[in-house]
């Protein structure tokens, strides 16, 4: 079976930095898709791609990450909250390649093709 974990932004707040990714690296090798509420900053996808390169072995061979909205400003409301430091929506799904096969990303959709054993 395949677990996916829906993770809010309260969760996450709860971990700072390292302890962030160290916590995501923990589910990630538990087998776990996670989608976070927020996407990740770019700052910190890189750590987490940085932390499971570190950690890959014969049982975890590292992970696949899309981002979806929440990058990009187009309207005044999103130039605002951009420029206060917020959000403007969005999400990252991240899951162990072993798990997930592929992460399709267009401008208006995000679709995950997974499934347990072999190879792609």
């Known amino acids: 079976m395949i677990e996916i974990e829906f993770l809010s ?16 690296v923990t589910n990630l090798k538990k087998g776990k898709i996670l989608v976070l509420e927020s996407p990740l900053s770019h700052g ?7 932390a499971t390169m570190k950690k890959i072995t014969n049982s975890f061979s590292g992970i696949e990450i899309g981002t979806f909205g929440g990058t ?4 005044l409301r999103g130039h605002l909250i951009k420029m206060l430091g917020g959000k ?3 999400l990252t799904v991240i899951g162990p390649s072993h798990i997930v096969r592929q992460i ?17």
């Open 88 to 90: 403007s929506g969005g």
């Open 9 to 24: 932004d309260a969760i996450l707040a709860q971990h700072s930095g390292e302890q962030k990714i160290e916590f995501l």
């Open 44 to 50: 910190e996808e890189a750590r987490l791609i940085e």
């Open 72 to 75: 990009q400003a187009r309207d």
């Open 104 to 120: 399709r990303r267009n401008p208006e959709t995000l679709s995950l093709l997974a499934g347990e054993g072999g190879k792609r």
